[in-house]
């Protein structure tokens, strides 16, 4: 299971489309709201919430990242999700690539 969730909007993975994403984050900065996007990546070997710079923190976490998943953070830094700044077109490179580790 893989869900992307922004705000309190929430999609499956093959239902997120490209205008979906940018929609969902268009919107909330033209309505000045702070955008926090999750990927909730719950599959056999993996069970990670990667999520933006502006989230609450879940307080979630504490054992190290197994390989596949520490390759999807990494993904997920050379995206720029981990940037303030970040943009559609930067969550949905990250979701094509993530196809790849599923």
């Avoid at 830094?77 to 303030?84: F, P, V």
């Amino acid at each position: 299971m893989v869900k992307i969730k922004i705000g309190e909007a929430e999609r499956d993975f093959n239902s997120a489309t490209e205008s979906w994403i940018n929609q969902q984050i268009n919107w909330r900065r033209a309505d000045g709201i702070s955008v926090c996007v999750r990927v909730i990546v719950q599959e056999e070997g993996l069970d990670m919430i990667l999520s933006t710079p502006t989230c609450a923190t879940s307080g979630r976490g504490g054992r190290l990242p197994r390989p596949r998943e520490k390759e999807i953070f990494n993904l997920w830094n050379q995206r720029g999700l981990n940037e303030l700044g970040f943009n559609g077109g930067n969550l949905i490179a990250f979701l094509k690539q993530l196809r790849h580790f599923l």
